[in-house]
């Protein structure tokens, strides 16, 4: 049906947008990619000089950079872990018929429109603080001992942060995909004898399985660069108990301004996003029907 | 006595889910009560709930300090402004996309979504650098440029799985009548498309006002919008919970209002139409 004429024109409305995109990619990339390879400080200009491969070499063997791969793997996995648990619970939940459900669904999707500085301060300050926090005073009111949560288990804390501004994302998806589910099919289970736990294990986690895929990899890709949380709860620390390979990158170029050494970091991360987006976009090619 | 159980199962069930919904939405409540406290009341204990003095006190203390309507105004320009760009160019490439599919669509889609995979770290230092050499460090326009950019792919995406549910018939017979490329997205396809365009819009407006990577690293006092505005109550200097509630309140509230509205297109969106 296109005809030549048609395809010049699609040709013509397509460029702007492919040029822009084309052009914040590569230019950039290729920049970044360069000074990998220099010797590169903001603070001693003038002295740049080709250092081949030395900066991947200083990164990848610093200490800071396992436990910074570390701490990124623990936040990537426990979010995922928690909201995702927690999602396929809220999700059966909010699938029963009770009422008030619009409202309580409003109540439980509210934290992802929370930026993330807010949610950070809000928790860091008001809840999880060990002298004036909420927290702290529930646990006065019981008669223990206040837990400083950010100075004795800070990744704990970040990754509780975190999974309070996603769950409401993994929410709806599962939710979302529980409501497609056929009822008939578990109607039918059930009369012939399955029990809840044999439908929810047989019917609705294979049927779960799909979305719960798209949940893993969409927050994967935000997970691996969370960064205001932790900037404005710990910097980073206490020492580098907190910082991940987006905050590693960030002190060690913005803070230290060790352009080179940021720079090979940023690469390293730019390899690790890619393993996650290769399994991410055969997942949506595959439904994506042209 | 079926009926019963059925609502006693149902009233047990609204108790759970209620009690879900508000221990998790409880830090906003909370940030919300905290706001019209006296900073003296917000750090009480045992803590108060509602039966405090209400004051309105911190909200005009948050904008005489630190003037909070640039960055509220800051906020707006750079999330609307790099949406409002972001149309502009996304409408024409899903327009082609959608009505004008060659043996390439595919992959161009592909790509532009492999462009929002890559972690802003690995780009950090180029743009900065660019930035600081063209002065748009500390600048709404540079912030602007930067958020289109990034939330480009997603407007395409939005606005392609919207377009592909027109019918295709309808812009061809336009095209029959003579009308020309601009007049066809103009004045067929637009009118047409308005609720997903809204619904993009909204999304990405979202996106943006709570974007908190770039406007933290590119802005400093004149551009700041409110996630950097708000960071700074991270080095505060003495009792500050209640003003640092109030703050966040205004921060947060225009876009939970938004973002309820729109929770229907959020899941569309953010899968890229993978989950619809």
């Known amino acids: 049906m296109a005809t030549a004429h048609s395809r010049a024109a699609a040709r013509l409305t397509m460029s702007p947008a492919v040029i822009l995109l084309l052009g914040w990619m590569l230019i950039p990339l290729v920049m970044t990619l360069y000074f990998s390879f220099l010797r590169y400080n903001l603070l001693m200009p003038g002295t740049e000089e080709f250092i081949g491969t030395l900066n991947y070499q200083y990164f990848l063997t610093d200490p800071a950079f396992f436990s910074a791969l570390f701490n990124t793997l623990a936040l990537v996995g426990g979010v995922l872990v928690l909201t995702i648990a927690g999602g396929i619970g809220l999700a059966l939940l909010l699938d029963q018929p009770f009422w008030g459900r619009g409202i309580v669904r409003l109540l439980v999707i509210a934290p992802f429109f929370v930026m993330p500085t807010v949610s950070a301060l809000v928790w860091k300050n008001m809840l999880m603080n060990p002298v004036n926090g909420l927290f702290a005073a529930i646990a006065k009111g019981l008669g223990l001992q206040p837990f400083d949560f950010l100075a004795e288990a800070p990744l704990s804390s970040i990754i509780m942060i975190v999974t309070w501004q996603w769950l409401p994302f993994a929410t709806l998806i599962l939710l979302t995909a529980l409501q497609s589910l056929d009822r008939e099919r578990l109607e039918a289970a059930e009369m012939d004898g399955a029990g809840a736990v044999d439908r929810f294990i ?89 | 006595m079926a009926r019963a159980a059925t609502n006693r199962q149902k009233l047990v069930v609204t108790l759970i889910a209620w009690t879900v919904g508000i221990v998790i939405f409880f830090p906003i409540l909370w940030t919300v009560l905290t706001s019209f406290k006296t900073e003296a009341e917000a750090v009480a204990t045992p803590p108060t709930f509602l039966a405090f003095h209400w004051t309105l006190e911190n909200y005009s203390e948050v904008q005489q300090r630190s003037d909070y309507f640039l ?42 979504l492999s462009t929002k995979m890559l972690p802003p770290v690995g780009v950090l230092i180029p743009i900065y650098l660019l930035f600081r050499d063209f002065g748009l460090l500390d600048s709404r326009i540079g912030l602007v440029i930067v958020l289109t950019l990034i939330n480009l792919p997603i407007i395409v995406w939005m606005l392609f799985t919207y377009f592909r549910e027109i019918p295709g018939e309808i812009l061809e017979a336009s095209r029959m009548d003579g009308a020309g490329l601009r007049d066809e997205i103009l004045f067929v396809l637009l009118p047409m ?44 200097e003495g009792l500050f919970y209640a003003k640092l509630s109030a703050a966040s309140t205004m921060a947060v509230a225009p876009i939970l209002v938004l973002g309820w509205f729109s929770q229907k297109q959020l899941v569309r969106g953010l899968t890229f139409g993978a989950v619809k």
Do not use: C
């Open chain 1, 202 to 290: 047989h019917i609705i986690l294979p049927h779960l399985a799909r979305a719960m895929t798209v949940v893993t990899l969409i927050q994967t890709i935000f997970l691996l660069s969370v960064f205001a949380e932790i900037l404005v709860t710990t910097n980073g620390g206490p020492g580098t108990a907190t910082t991940n390979i987006t905050y590693l990158v960030y002190a060690q170029s913005l803070l230290q301004f060790d352009v080179g050494g940021g720079s090979a970091g940023g690469i390293v991360a730019v390899v690790l996003a890619n393993i996650v987006a290769v399994f991410l976009m055969r997942m949506i090619g595959r439904n994506l029907d042209i």
């Open chain 2, 71 to 112: 960055h509220f105004w800051n906020s707006v320009v750079i999330s609307v402004g790099s949406t409002l760009l972001g149309l502009l160019v996304a409408v024409p490439a899903a327009w082609s996309m959608a009505f004008v599919p060659g043996k390439r669509t595919r992959d161009v889609l592909m790509w532009m």
């Open chain 2, 193 to 236: 498309a308005v609720p997903g365009i809204a619904s993009t819009l909204l999304l990405n407006i979202i996106l943006a006002w709570n974007e908190a990577f770039w406007t933290l690293n590119l802005s400093a006092s004149q551009s700041a919008p409110l996630t950097a505005f708000i960071a700074s109550y991270s080095s505060p």
